[in-house]
């Protein structure tokens, strides 16, 4: 597998084998592992060479630890401080300071004096003004602005430098600038000799140390260039290498193994989904043998979650190499709602309350639902049903108990404390005597490490003052953070990053991802320096990036056999759809053939199986117990709408769970509108309606109102925000309708008989059996003694007519509903025979629309109806109920 290192070590081991006074020099960590099994496999009874990585080399010579991340934002911010008048918050420092401490890192790394580079970029502002005839710089504030910025930012370099050496710390440019400095001491004391293995792209401190180390003797290089890459000076692959010819010795070594016959292919896949996929079927096919010489190279991390799960049954070991990103595990979500939690209290909850969906999204965590109990499903029962949008933290406690959530439910009294608290709260989890889910424990140990992380560094500053800043905070540690797999490094499939092959070879490279802007990266704005500026004071730009991954992609190939490229052929997001360049560099410029192709998903069409649920003798028992109790038009439409849906509603009574509403739902301002009516109306029931009538009414509307929002919204806000709007819509609609009636009882003998009145009767099948019809009617009332059946309705339909000889199919079609509906309730007036008699109209009040007339149903044009339609609907309905009751016609699916 290791060709490279199998090479180095033979090498070595030729030379001599006492390494008692050798280190060896390393790009990474992971190699270490291979150099170690390669001695063995050489060489028996001796003493291995010390090994290290070039940071822990770097950070021995200069006596610093490195640090970076959170760590160093909060050394920058204390320097920062010292240096300006009116500091920025730190919210606002992390919007710049982490740019302009990568700027840092670049400059020390690439040996470039700091003042002369930050002044340079002044300069360069004062020329570019000059030039367009804008000398007075002190009266323009942009350009004043620029100059201050970079004013500070120069006395912040030097601070900062001041600070950490103080502290024996630095970033890792810094490091390497002070141990590129010792290398004289090194040289005259002259008691190691190092080797460097497998470096590629060096910084100029780097450099400075290890060619003078060469030049003196102390150190002996090994390199891995192969010639194709190396003698073509078009070739971006081997730029870095061509530039230390001149300053190093004959390079070992430089191979020809990328112009032997590979078989190389290019495929485009629609979808990570689809890439993971495609690379699942083309591991299933290799051997054992096969697979432990296979390298499955992300080169995007995030297609690693549809890689893992698309795995084949022949991969028995796996080692991964990089670890899988802390933001994407599940518990990621319950500690950002913890957060949320705290931020909406201070945002929303006025500072004392918590906003009920991150109190449900705590209580209701997936990841943790086994430690929910009785006290806290509760709680979140009464969060939805009484509608308690925000909750004050004794309501929650005093519910919990001894539940574990309970102690998130507090007000911190700093930010400091909070995190305390999360730590102590995190670790009290992780070994909590029900916790045995090993996954679990490992997301939670991580987490906990966060907690003290940002503990450690809250405890040295009181620059964060409120949970927003808090959370920026944590969330840029969990984005950087990754949980490292445990697998056998030297057994097995080796699933890892571009970056993480340095050194290694394998047989079969499969990479997926291989797309533009993704390989290469391409562009990155991670900078305050312009480019040209870049190019001329010698720092590294895009361009040498680019030729970074070149390397180790060409590295790569050049002892494989086989390779495959997938990429995603779709263009959404930030991806284009296009293929890497390097993909058409091989096809273009090198002698290799690149097979390309295309995949798509294997997909096997099953005919759909049509859901048929039998009648069982139970299901019967229900079926006729909820004819006996009563049924209703909506049973009636719904069976019609979808006979599953019945059964699910009406046989086991399973409906929707009913969710604490925000924002008052239409069903809910329905109900609100129809309970306020009746109150309104109740006091003049049988009444011959007058002007005078609804001027007290309207002096009442209000207070009705209100009630029944109380009443249906419960603990819910109506005085602020979309809920108030949608109390004026209310209060519009029930207007709409008052003005209507005062307006049909200025015009007419206006009396309302009934309202939300309940009914019953029974209904004889055709078969002889007997069943009970029952339903609510809105309102009956009468217009110059014609009275109306009257159903409220928020919508509005057109067109309600039906012909006697088309009677039938409102007991056939489910688009005739309101037709069904409007006709059962002349049967449920009917069935008081003292009004079989009577003519009446069969109403929908459109009460959204004050401007549209009563939409009356008509049968064969006429909206006067008769007990004659009681007659000619009997055998239809009868006929539909018959079939429900039918124990030999099972529910299916309709079509």
Known sequence: MAKFIENVVTDLLEKQTNFLNTTLILPGKRPMLF???????????????????????????????????????????????????KADTFEEFIKWGPTVLKDFDDIDASLQPAHKILDYLVSVERINQWGEGKIEIGKNEVIQNHLTFWGIVSKLYFQLQQDLIDAKEGYAGMVFRIASEKVEEIVENRSQH????????????????????????????????????????????????????????????????????????SIGVAKQVGQAKYIADLIKNLSEEEIKNTALILADES????????????????????GIPLRSVPLAQFFKSIFELQMNR????????????????????????????????????DIRTQNRIFNSPNSIQSVLNESIFKSLFQIPTNITSFIHHLKDWTDHLLHHPAMNDLLT????????????????????????????????????????????????????????????????????????????????????????????IRKQMKLNTFTENDSIYAYHFYRLIQRSKNAYFVYDTEADGMGTGEKSRFLAQIKFESKHKLNESFAAPNFISKPLKEIIVPKTDE????????????????????????????????????????????????????????????????????????????KIIEKVKTNALQEHFRKEYKDGHLDKGPNYLIYKIAERIVDGVLTKDAKTAKENEFIIRALESK?????????????????????????????????????????????????ELVYQKEDKAKQLQLIFYAHLFYGDSTYQNRPIELCIYPIKFPNKELIKLSVDKSTTIDYSIVEKSTPPMSLLIEEILNQEVPFKQPD
């Open 35 to 85: 150099f170690r099994e390669e001695f063995q496999r050489q060489a028996k009874n001796i003493i291995l060479p010390q090994m290290k990585s070039i940071e822990e080399l770097m950070s021995d010579l200069s006596g610093l630890e490195i640090i970076s991340g959170i760590n160093l934002w909060f050394k920058a911010y204390k320097a920062y401080k010292k240096v300006v008048t």
């Open 194 to 265: 190092y080797i460097f293995a497998g470096f590629n792209a060096l910084t100029k401190a780097e450099q400075a140390l290890i060619f003078r180390l060469e030049k003196e003797n102390i150190a002996t290089l090994y390199w891995d260039v192969d010639r194709y890459y190396y003698e073509n000076p078009n070739q971006e692959a081997g730029s870095f290498l061509r530039k230390y010819k001149e300053k190093i010795k004959p390079i070992n070594w430089i191979v020809d193994e990328f112009s032997k016959p590979k078989n190389l292919n």
């Open 303 to 322: 297609i690693l979650h549809a890689i893992l799960n698309s795995l084949p049954d022949n991969i028995s070991h796996l080692n991964i190499s990089m």
């Open 346 to 381: 201070e945002k929303l909850g006025k500072g004392t309350l918590f906003y009920f969906k991150n109190v449900l999204q705590i209580l209701e965590n997936k990841t943790l639902s086994h430690y929910s109990s009785d006290e806290s499903r509760k709680l979140v029962h």
């Open 441 to 532: 424990k490992e997301y939670l140990f991580y987490f906990k490490k966060v907690f003290n992380q940002l503990h450690e560094n809250l405890l040295q500053v009181d620059d964060i003052k409120d949970y927003r800043t808090l959370f920026l905070l944590y969330n840029k540690i969990v984005q950087s953070e990754s949980i490292a797999f445990i697998g056998e490094p030297l057994k097995g499939l080796q699933l890892m990053g571009l970056l993480e092959t340095r050194l290694l070879n394998f047989d079969t490279i499969i990479m997926t991802s291989v797309n533009d802007q993704i390989l290469p990266l391409g562009r990155q704005n991670n900078t305050f320096i312009p480019y040209d």
């Open 619 to 694: 299901t019967m028992i229900k079926l006729n117990n909820w004819a006996d109790y009563g049924i209703s038009p909506s049973s009636l439409s719904t069976y019609l709408r979808n006979p599953l849906d019945f059964y699910e509603q009406r046989v086991f009574n399973v409906n929707e769970v009913e969710e604490a509403e925000e924002t008052v739902s239409a069903r809910t301002l329905g109900n609100i509108v129809h309970g306020a009516l009746e109150d309104l109306y109740l006091p003049y029931l049988n009444k011959i309606l007058t002007e005078n009538d609804f």
């Open 759 to 807: 009914h019953e009767v029974n209904f004889p099948l055709t078969n002889g059996k007997t069943v009970k019809l029952k339903g609510i009617i809105d309102r009956i009332d009468s217009v110059n003694d014609q009275i109306r059946i009257i159903d409220y309705k928020t919508g509005f339909a057109k067109d309600i007519s039906v012909k006697t000889e088309e009677i």
